[in-house]
Nanobody, 127 residues
Framework: QVQLVESGGGLVQLGGSLRLSCAASGFAFDDYAIGWFRQAPGKVREGISCLTGSDGSSYYANSVKGRFTISRDNAKNTVYLQMNSLKPEDTAVYYC????????????????????WGQGTQVTVSS
């Protein structure tokens, strides 16, 4: 049974930090790219970061580049998203997702490229 479980969300003030975790089970984690998406009320789901399993390439949306860092611990089947310098516009439900796409994952920010999804965790940044 495939599972992706996000944790680490919460309420934080402007400029604060959070670390999200995505714990995976039920599939060959090492071979999968793990992406983070977010969706704010009334907005489309946005791909913000991805880390491939095949070659360890990382990708970031311009909106989070320099503030967010993605990492993975294959021994724990977990991917992390360290979020620093948070802004109110980062407020959203954050989802992790797994894709069996290989290297050169140029469409990493496209939701339909992902096979499995977590249920999401809420991040709220207050001003």
């Amino acid at each position: 049974q495939v599972q992706l479980v996000e944790s680490g969300g919460g309420l934080v003030q402007l400029g604060g930090s959070l670390r999200l975790s995505c714990a995976a089970s039920g599939f060959a984690f090492d071979d999968y790219a793990i992406g983070w998406f977010r969706q704010a009320p009334g907005k489309v789901r946005e791909g913000i970061s991805c880390l491939t399993g095949s070659d360890g390439s990382s990708y970031y949306a311009n909106s989070v580049k320099g503030r967010f860092t993605i990492s993975r611990d294959n021994a724990k089947n977990t991917v992390y998203l360290q979020m620093n310098s948070l802004k109110p516009e980062d407020t959203a439900v954050y989802y992790c997702a797994a894709s069996n796409y290989g290297s050169n994952f140029n469409t990493w920010d496209v939701a339909y490229e992902y096979n499995y999804w977590g249920q999401g965790t809420q991040v709220t940044v207050s001003s």
